[in-house]
């Protein structure tokens, strides 16, 4: 079982939708979670960090389930500029030292006019 | 803001060459991260350093080596270059351990292209 899955994608959408995806972690220890979105042949840049209590950031809401070790990110009113791949990131402390950041596969979204 | 700066977007070398990629931050952040990222593979982490002259293996290090002499820099080498390590190659880098909340800042990347 890979460390981080997400929806295959892709998702097409029309301007306005609302769109969720999805991610599962398998390491239970995993301490901090966030999704980053990707345009085409540009490095990742995060979009929000996902707290245990849920939060929002505009039309962007991130949702988080230990219990089931399950990631959510909702995207309400969606504009063409919402169009990217959308990773689904991971964090696990390693012993003593560093982090290990594990990336989805990624979800790839298209906004249609 | 952060600033993780790669010093080539664009990079052609010949088959059995050295190569270098550079990374720097401007952030005084103890961990740097090289990754590389594939068509169908994702983001695949090669070496990453949590201190100056401190480096650990990461999931793909074979073909590569890493040099971090100053906190700000963090090299990745390319030994002797091979077509499969055409890719294009991201640096990140993090603040401490104890922020473990702290997202990993990413380089705008270098798409490197071995003939």
């Known amino acids: 079982r890979k460390e981080v899955e997400q929806d295959p994608g892709p998702f097409n959408v029309p301007e306005g939708a609302t769109v969720a995806f999805n991610c599962t972690y398998s390491n239970s220890a995993s301490q901090s979670f966030f999704w980053y979105r990707q345009d085409c042949r540009k490095e990742p840049k995060l979009l929000m960090s996902?707290?245990?209590s849920g939060n929002e950031d505009g039309r962007f809401t991130a949702q988080l389930n230990r219990a089931s070790q399950y990631i959510s990110l909702l995207i309400r009113d969606s504009k063409l500029s919402d169009s990217a791949t959308y990773l689904c990131?991971?964090?696990?402390?390693?012993?003593?030292?560093?982090?290990?950041?594990?990336f989805g596969p990624g979800t790839r979204l298209s906004v249609l006019p | 803001d952060v600033k993780v700066t790669q010093s080539s977007r664009y990079l052609v070398k010949r088959t059995g060459e050295k190569v270098f990629l550079e990374c720097v931050q401007d952030?005084?952040?103890?961990?740097m991260f090289w990754y590389r990222q594939d068509p169908g593979l994702g983001l695949r982490l090669i070496y990453f350093s949590y201190d100056v002259k401190m480096k650990e293996k990461g999931d793909i290090p074979e073909g590569y080596s890493v040099s971090r002499e100053k906190k700000e820099r963090f090299s990745l080498i390319l030994e002797s270059a091979s077509t499969n390590q055409t890719s294009m190659y991201l640096c990140?880098?993090?603040?401490?351990?104890?922020?473990?909340?702290?997202?990993?800042?990413f380089g705008n990347g270098t798409r490197l292209t071995v003939t």
């Open positions: 990131v991971v964090n696990l402390v390693r012993d003593n030292y560093g982090q290990n950041f594990v």
């Open positions: 990140a880098s993090s603040p401490d351990t104890s922020s473990y909340n702290s997202p990993l800042h």
């Open positions: 996902v707290y245990s």
């Open positions: 952030m005084d952040h103890e961990n």
